[in-house]
C-alpha cells in the first residue's frame, strides 16, 4: 500500500507586503525571523505583533541551548500564531515553538513523550532548498551529546506554507547554491526512497529537472541569472519537500549530519559534500532498478550517455561550487569510523530508505574518500 498527503495550505505570493495583509498579522502573533530579513524587510512595517530575532540568541543552525532559550522568551507573552519567515534555522525552530512546551526536548526528541501542537503555524521560506515549509520535520543540534537528532511527527506541519520570491533576492550566491543543493538531493534521495510511490516521485522529478536546467544556466551565462531563477527554485524546493515529506531522505542525509554537528557545516554543505560519494556507492551495488530510471533522468537533462550520469552530475556542481576536503575541517581516518558509528546509531531513521544497505565500514570508508 502506498500513501501520499500534503498538509499545508500552499499560497505563492510576489510580496510580503501582501502576506502581511491577506494573513492580518499582528498581535497575537509570534514572528520569528532573522536580523539580515528583518532590517530590509520587516522594520518599517509597523507590525504589532511579537518579532523574536532568532540570530539575537547565537549563531549557526539550531541547537538545543538557542531553541530552550527562544522558548523562554516566546512563553513570555499570549500568542495564538507563530510565523517564521527565514531559512532552515528559522523555520527548524518555528515548528517546535508551535508545540507550547519544550522543556523536555530531547525526550520529545527521542520519543519518550507525546508531541502535541498547542498554536498555528505560517511559513515562509527565504531559502530554495530545505522544503521544510511542507515537512513535519525539526533538526536540532543537542550540545550535550554533540549530535543531530531529527523530530518527525504531524504536529509539526504548517497550517500555512506561504512563497514569496521577493524574500528570496538577497540570497548571496553561495547560499542560493547550497539550498538549491539540498532541495535537489530531496528530490534524488525521495525518488530512490522505498517509500516512494507514482505521487512522490511526480515531485521528485521534477524538482530535480528543474534544478538541473536552472543550474546548466547557470553555468553558461554565470551568477547573474540567478535572479531570474528564484521563483521557479522556490517552487522546486518545495516540490522536493512535498516529495520527501512522504517518502523520506536517505543515506546522503544520514551521513551528513555528524559533519554539521561536529564542524557547524550548513546543512547544504554537508549534503553536498557527502552525494556524489554515496551515489557512486549505490551505482556500484546495484545499477539497475530505480536508480537506473533516475540515473536515465539525470543523464536525458544534462545530455550525457546514462553510465556517465553521476560523473556528469559531478562534474556541473564542481563547476558552479567547489567540494573542500573534509581533511581540511579537521576530519581523519580515525574519526571517520567515529563518524559512521554515530550515523548507525542515531539515523536509522533515514537509512531505512537507503537504496542499498550501508554498514559502518561503507560509510566509514565513503568518509574516508572524502578526505
Known amino acids: 500500500m502506498s ?11 510576489d510580496t510580503l507586503r501582501e502576506f502581511l495583509d491577506t494573513f492580518s498579522v499582528g498581535k497575537g502573533d509570534i514572528l520569528l525571523t532573522d536580523r539580515c530579513l528583518y532590517d530590509p524587510y520587516l522594520a518599517d512595517k509597523n507590525l504589532e505583533c511579537t518579532v523574536i530575532i532568532q540570530d539575537d540568541f547565537g ?39 508551535c508545540l507550547g512546551d519544550l522543556t523536555r526536548m530531547l525526550d520529545m526528541f527521542q ?12 511559513i515562509l521560506p527565504t531559502t530554495c532548498g530545505t522544503g521544510s515549509e511542507i515537512t513535519n520535520i525539526s533538526i536540532v543540534a543537542f550540545n550535550d551529546l554533540n549530535i543531530k537528532l531529527g523530530l ?8 500555512h506554507a506561504v512563497l514569496v520570491p521577493e524574500l528570496l533576492q538577497g540570497l548571496p550566491y553561495r547560499v542560493f547554491l547550497l539550498s538549491s543543493i539540498d532541495a535537489m538531493i530531496h528530490g534524488m534521495e ?17 524538482a530535480i529537472r528543474t534544478i538541473l536546467k536552472g543550474y546548466m544556466r547557470l553555468a553558461e551565462k554565470g551568477e547573474g541569472e540567478k535572479t531570474a531563477l528564484l521563483k521557479e527554485f522556490l517552487i522546486a524546493s518545495c516540490y522536493a519537500g512535498i516529495a520527501f515529506s512522504n517518502a523520506g531522505c536517505g543515506t546522503v542525509h544520514a551521513m551528513s549530519y555528524p559533519l554539521s554537528g561536529e564542524y557547524h557545516l550548513p546543512h547544504g554543505e554537508a549534503n553536498h559534500e557527502c552525494l556524489i560519494e554515496v551515489f557512486k556507492y549505490y551505482y556500484a551495488k546495484n545499477p539497475s532498478g530505480d536508480l537506473a530510471d533516475l540515473m536515465a533522468l539525470i543523464a536525458s537533462i544534462l545530455g550525457c550517455e546514462q553510465k556517465d550520469a553521476i560523473e556528469a552530475l559531478e562534474k556541473l556542481l564542481d563547476s558552479l ?10 576530519m581523519t581516518e580515525e574519526k571517520a569510523a567515529e563518524f559512521a558509528e554515530s550515523v548507525e546509531k542515531t539515523q536509522q531513521r533515514l537509512l531505512a530508505n537507503s537504496y542499498v544497505p550501508m554498514n559502518v565500514p561503507d560509510m566509514a570508508e565513503i568518509y574516508k574518500k572524502l578526505l
Open 3 to 13: 500513501s501520499f498527503k500534503i498538509v499545508p495550505e500552499i499560497h505563492v505570493m
Open 59 to 97: 549563531p549557526g543552525e539550531p541547537n538545543s541551548d538557542k531553541v530552550k532559550a527562544i522558548y523562554e522568551t516566546a512563553k513570555k507573552t499570549s500568542f495564538k500564531r507563530v510565523v517564521g519567515i527565514g531559512g532552515g534555522t528559522v523555520i527548524d525552530i518555528a515548528k517546535l515553538l
Open 111 to 122: 520519543g519518550k513523550i507525546p508531541v502535541r501542537k498547542q498554536h498555528e503555524l505560517l
Open 152 to 159: 518527525a511527527q504531524n504536529a509539526l506541519y504548517a497550517d
Open 190 to 206: 525521495s525518488y530512490l526512497s522505498p517509500k516512494a510511490n507514482t505521487f512522490t516521485r511526480f515531485f521528485s522529478v521534477d
Open 321 to 330: 561550487i567547489q567540494r573542500r576536503p573534509l581533511a581540511s575541517f579537521g
